[in-house]
C-alpha cells in the first residue's frame, strides 16, 4: 500500500528546472529520514538526495551543487528542488520516509530532460 505522493515531475529542457514534492498520506511518527532515489531505464536505482530530522543533508555527486532536499515536517512533506537539469537526470524518482513502522515509498514520478 503506497502512502507517499510524489508530484512535479514532467519534461523539461536542459538547462531547465523542476521542484518535486512527496507527501505522505499517514501519519508517521519518529521520522528519521527523507529520500530521494532515482531509477534510469536499464539502471539500478541510486540515492539522490537524503535529509535526515537534524536536518543534515547528503547528495549524490552527480547532483550536488544543481539540486537541494528539504523537508516540511508539520506537513510530512519532502521536496526536491532540481535546477541546472541535464539529459542524463532523466528518470523515474521515488521518495522515501524512514520512521516509525519502517520505510515508506512513493509510486514515482517520471522526470525527461530532452529539448
Known amino acids: 500500500q503506497v502512502h507517499l505522493v510524489e508530484s512535479g515531475g514532467g519534461l523539461v529542457q536542459p538547462g531547465g528546472s523542476l521542484r518535486l514534492s512527496c507527501a505522505s498520506s499517514?501519519?508517521?511518527?519518529?521520522?528519521?529520514?527523507m529520500e530521494w532515489y532515482r531509477q534510469a531505464p536499464g539502471k539500478e536505482r541510486e540515492l539522490v538526495a537524503a535529509?535526515?530530522?537534524?536536518?543534515?543533508?547528503n547528495y549524490a555527486d552527480s547532483v550536488k551543487g544543481r539540486f537541494t532536499i528539504s523537508r516540511d515536517n508539520a506537513k510530512i512533506t519532502v521536496y526536491l528542488q532540481m535546477n541546472s537539469l541535464k539529459p542524463e537526470d532523466t528518470a523515474v524518482y521515488y521518495c522515501?520516509?524512514?520512521?516509525?513502522?519502517?520505510?515508506?515509498w512513493g509510486q514515482g514520478t517520471q522526470v525527461t530532460v530532452s529539448s
Open positions: 522515501n520516509m524512514k520512521g516509525y513502522g519502517g520505510t515508506y
Open positions: 535529509i535526515t530530522g537534524g536536518g543534515a543533508t
Open positions: 499517514i501519519i508517521i511518527y519518529r521520522i528519521h529520514a
